[in-house]
């Protein structure tokens, strides 16, 4: 149960980290600066909990290999094969349209997920992720306004908008996918359903882009939601150039202390 | 005070009575006007002899100043311990801004920051258009607008009061 466990924890820190990478992108380059500092503000929760996962990860490593490897390693010393992010929150942030896109139609799968997990029946995962939940409140209420703001916005931020939903549509599925790693993790109450997330997601995605007068993407065919996504090591070729960018400097100077 | 072996009970007691002491001195870093006690960080300290353990609680998952308020917790401990002092974190039970305590509210507001309303206990929230009368710290009225959801820190929003038109900062329920 370990090995999965840990593969599972994973998969958890690594779409924070993932995606708290991609926010940090845009430090001093935000439309405007309350949004610089909000984005950067999330990325920063993100991180945060990445670390908490991670720290729970190597705890859960060294159970079954003997030694666990510590935050910066996991972090900063694995391959792009060995990283269990989804699909969805590896993509390119584009324009501020894309960002946001990605950005709500995560964190409505991360609150969902998160508040599913409080109830964990490990009493670490429930911990970290009943505090992880009080942020990512405020995550999804700002990313949901901003669809709203931006959908029905002016001609040019509702066109963006809409391309950008439909281009990310196809990722969405990976999040409600529940594979041998994560099934018997269900079955012991220790992980979130995914399967069980996607009818409350749909909801109120729905809901959000009808408030946002964007039209609900008809694309069914799901990047990722086949045998081989993110969560298993598959991913798309912009994530081993932002590793490469995350990674440089401790790889190149592995002995530095803080 | 008695430094030395504290072997009894009623000497571990005022081993811990000191180290509360001086935590309440530790002063939050950003926060210099409210200290690390009054916001609910500190949650335990257990003195078992030779050794005092200190339990915090972090507030944001990313919040920088974590590791700088440990730091200033076991210094400050350090001082006043008859022995070893070690800092634990909890993260439970999640830390909620309704643990700051009432007397630090008045300091936030003179300080210039807003302190935080009732924390809300509600589960999902995708939009809320909501307004929250927030007073505004320079001159007291309720005519005050959200600029940004996220501030300097992740625990403060940024607010600007219609009135007097002045910026501050609101330290959100959490």
Not at chain 1, 225 to 241: I, N, P, V, Y
């Amino acid at each position: 149960m370990n090995p999965r466990l840990f593969e599972y924890l994973l998969r958890l820190a690594d779409n924070d980290l993932v995606l708290a990478q991609r926010l940090g992108e845009w430090v001093g380059k935000g439309p405007v600066l309350e949004e610089d500092i909000a984005s950067t503000n999330v990325g920063l929760d993100l991180l945060g909990q990445a670390r908490l996962w991670f720290a729970y990860a190597g705890e859960v490593e060294a159970r079954f290999a003997g030694r666990g490897r510590s935050e910066d390693e996991l972090a900063f010393f694995r391959e792009e094969k060995d990283f269990r992010n989804l699909l969805l929150v590896e993509q390119p942030n584009g324009n501020y349209a894309d960002t946001i896109a990605r950005q709500y139609l995560f964190d409505q799968w991360h609150v969902l997920a998160l508040g599913a997990l409080s109830a964990s029946a490990d009493a670490r995962i429930a911990a970290i992720a009943a505090k992880a939940h009080k942020e990512v409140r405020y995550h999804v209420e700002r990313s949901s306004q901003w669809v709203i703001r931006l959908g029905d916005g002016t001609d040019v931020s509702h066109a963006r908008m809409q391309d950008a939903i439909d281009a990310l549509w196809m990722y969405t599925g990976e999040m409600f996918t529940v594979d041998a790693v994560e099934r018997p993790l269900v079955e012991a109450g220790v992980a979130a359903d995914n399967a069980a997330l996607a009818a409350p997601w749909h909801a109120a995605v729905r809901s959000v882009l009808a408030q946002a007068a964007l039209a609900l993407p008809t694309d069914t065919w799901m990047q990722g939601a086949h045998a081989r996504g993110g969560k298993q090591g598959a991913h798309s070729e912009f994530l081993s150039r932002m590793l490469a960018e995350m990674q440089v400097l401790p790889r190149t100077y592995p002995q530095a202390r803080w | 005070m008695v430094i030395g072996a504290a072997s009894s009970p009623a000497a571990s007691r005022a081993g811990a009575a000191a180290v509360w002491h001086a935590l309440g001195a530790v002063m939050d870093p950003e926060i210099p006007v409210v200290s690390i006690v009054e916001l609910g960080i500190v949650r335990s300290v257990a003195c078992v002899r030779d050794a005092c353990t200190i339990t915090l609680t972090p507030t944001y998952s990313g919040c920088p100043a974590t590791r700088v308020i440990a730091q200033d917790a076991r210094d400050a401990a350090a001082a006043v311990a008859p022995g070893r002092v070690d800092v634990v974190t909890a993260l439970s039970p999640a830390w909620s801004t309704a643990w700051i305590a009432p007397e630090a509210r008045a300091r936030l507001a003179a300080f210039g920051i807003a302190p935080p309303g009732r924390s809300d206990a509600s589960t999902v929230a995708v939009v809320t258009l909501r307004a929250r009368p927030i007073r505004c710290p320079q001159c007291g009225s309720a005519r005050t607008e959200e600029l940004s959801r996220f501030g300097a820190t992740p625990c403060k929003a940024q607010y600007r009061c219609i009135d007097c038109r002045e910026p501050f900062d609101y330290f959100k329920p959490h």
